[in-house]
Structure formats: structure tokens, C-alpha cells
């Protein structure tokens, strides 16, 4: 997929567990390890701006666009 | 606000596994119903049979001086078959039937058979459609979604026999329209489901 997600980057920048980012984001742990690992295939605007409120950062800095060919 | 938010929808989704959870049971029982009935009927017919000869001879075959007459072959035939028909209750649609009547013996026959395996095969696949039904609502119950990969193999499975039941209709002697609107229902509701089942993985995929 062209869109690659960084949220494993911005999680040891702000030095956060999975557990705590869950925690205080109110998404499951499960779903917040999929979105870690670039297994789904959408991402709610919710969610996004809940990650981007607890981490203090910008949407860009979680989603990166990579040209496949 | 959202916590409660999301209590409320906790419940209403309990609520609905509950409803569906009694759905469930009320088609098991149904299915149970349906699969006891032919039991009890074959059971009663062997009863009363077999009482019947044991009490009386076939009063059709005696002649007045005693002796029981042959039937003949054409007559024996005819006897199966309006037998069998007499069971189903269908033994006037024979009666009345234009095509029926006109139609060779090797057809007659084969209309029989056909509306004979018909009415058996309209039979299993009422219990397969309470079957069914109660597994969607089963999956409903515990999953929380119809749209599961489960209920589109299980509506696919009564599609194909309803295809097949109408086919079989249509080849008999009774011929209706209510095998192809059930046909067409059944596609579409599968369409429905595949659409949903799409949706729903869509719905998951999305955090």
C-alpha cells in the first residue's frame, strides 16, 4: 500500500507504551497493534485526531505517502 | 458523554443478541417439529398397515365368487401412482391435468416422479430454510452481525436448492409461480448479504 504509517516512530519519540496510547486514545489494543502494524485498511478521522490530540503531533507525521512504483 | 455514549450502544447490542438468541430458539423448535412430523406419519402408516392386514383382505381385488382377481400391469402402475400421489394430496391435480393426460407414458411417468421428488425435496428444504435460519440467527447471537461469511455459505446452500426445487416444479404436474418468487427473494437477500458482509469487513478493517 502507497500509504505507510509512522505511528510506531511517534510512539518511541514520545516514549509511549501501546498500553497508555490505548488507554487514552479509547481505541482497543488490539485495533491500535493492527494500526501499528499497517494492517487495516482505513482510519477514522476520530481516531486520528484522538491519536494526534494525545501524542501532540500532526497527521503527517503518523501517515506517509510512499510511491510504490 | 461518550462513555455513555457507548454504555447505551453496549446495550442495545445485547438487546438485539437476546431478541435474536429467542429467534434461535423458536426456529430449533420448529426444525425439531418438522423433523418429528414425517417420523410419526411413516410410524402411523406402518401402524395402521400393517392392523389393516392383519383385520381385512384388499376389498378391491375380490370378486364376488371369492376369488381375488389379478390386477393387471397397467393397473398396478396406475396404483402407485395415485397411491403415492393420494399421500401427497395431489391425486386430483393428476386427475385434472390436461398435459398430464396427454402426454406418452414414459412422460407420465417421469411427471410423477419428478412431483413426487418435488414434494420430498419442498419438505428437506423447509427444514434446511429452519435450519438455516436459526443458524443466522445463532451467528446474530454471538457474533452481533448477520453479515457473517457463515450465513452467506448457508443462503447460498438454499438458493441452490431452491433453484432445484423449482426446476423440479416446473417438470411436475403441480406448476407454480411461488417456487420462482422464492427463487428470485432468495437471490436477492443473498445479494443483500454479500453487499453486507463487504460492508461489515470494510466496517472492521476501519479503527
Redesign the interface.
Known amino acids: 500500500m502507497a500509504i505507510i504509517l509512522r505511528l510506531d516512530r511517534m510512539m518511541a519519540d514520545r516514549k509511549i507504551s501501546l498500553n497508555e496510547l490505548s488507554e487514552k486514545v479509547g481505541v482497543a489494543n488490539v485495533n491500535l497493534s493492527k494500526l501499528k502494524n499497517g494492517k487495516v485498511s482505513a482510519i477514522r478521522f476520530s481516531t486520528l485526531e484522538a491519536i494526534c490530540k494525545t501524542l501532540n503531533c500532526q497527521p503527517g507525521d503518523i501517515l506517509e505517502y510512499k510511491d510504490d512504483e | 458523554m461518550?462513555e455513555k455514549k457507548e454504555e447505551v450502544e453496549l446495550t442495545s447490542e445485547e438487546k438485539m443478541k437476546k431478541k435474536f438468541g429467542k429467534y434461535r430458539k423458536i426456529m430449533t423448535v420448529i426444525e425439531g417439529f418438522l423433523m418429528v412430523v414425517p417420523i410419526m406419519v411413516i410410524v402411523v402408516a406402518i401402524i395402521v398397515g400393517f392392523a389393516v392386514g392383519m383385520t381385512g383382505t384388499d376389498e378391491e381385488n375380490v370378486v364376488d365368487d371369492g376369488i381375488v382377481a389379478e390386477s393387471t400391469e397397467e393397473e398396478e402402475e396406475l396404483n402407485w401412482k395415485t397411491e403415492i400421489l393420494d399421500v401427497l394430496d395431489m391425486k386430483d391435480d393428476l386427475e385434472n391435468d390436461e398435459d398430464y393426460q396427454k402426454a406418452p407414458e414414459v412422460l407420465k411417468n417421469l411427471m410423477v416422479i419428478s412431483t413426487i421428488i418435488a414434494a420430498i425435496a419442498g419438505y428437506i428444504l423447509a427444514i434446511i430454510m429452519v435450519d438455516s435460519l436459526a443458524k443466522i440467527f445463532g451467528e446474530v447471537e454471538t457474533k452481533g452481525t448477520p453479515f457473517t461469511e457463515k450465513n452467506i455459505k448457508l443462503l447460498k446452500r438454499v438458493h441452490i436448492l431452491s433453484i432445484v426445487l423449482w426446476i423440479l416444479q416446473m417438470a411436475g404436474i403441480r406448476e407454480n409461480s411461488i417456487g420462482l418468487i422464492f427463487v428470485l427473494v432468495i437471490s436477492a437477500m443473498r445479494s443483500i448479504f454479500e453487499y453486507g458482509y463487504k460492508l461489515q469487513k470494510?466496517a472492521d478493517?476501519?479503527?
Open positions: 461518550e470494510e478493517e476501519t479503527i
